[in-house]
């Protein structure tokens, strides 16, 4: 499965196609097989047990993973997803 992972904060911005092969197309298993290619890129978003960190926010193809089926939610090839910490100001 190819998808297009972005991770969006205060001091890092990366975008990039990235091969998997998860177990599932489950958003879990993908985000689990994300953290084994990646490994430390992702603690500041997600933790070892899978769960969001602090205000971190995950989108699949730009809609909150909660307003969908959160981590039931099913990736396809192609899809997008983006971890990113909310930051606003002015």
């Known amino acids: 499965m190819k ?3 972005n991770i969006v ?18 958003l879990r298993d993908v985000v689990r097989a994300l953290r084994d290619r990646l ?9 070892a047990d899978c769960s969001l960190v602090d205000c971190s926010v995950l989108l ?17 090839t192609g899809d997008e997803i983006t971890f990113m910490v909310p930051v606003a100001g002015g």
Do not use: C, Y
Request: proline share 6%; net charge negative.
């Open 9 to 26: 904060g205060v001091e890092v911005r990366l975008k990039q196609e990235i091969l998997l092969d998860p177990p599932s197309p489950a």
């Open 60 to 76: 699949v193809n730009g809609r909150n993973m909660l307003s969908l089926e959160g981590w039931a939610t099913e990736i396809h």
């Open 39 to 47: 490994g430390d890129q992702l603690t500041r978003f997600v933790d």
């Open 3 to 5: 998808i297009i992972f």
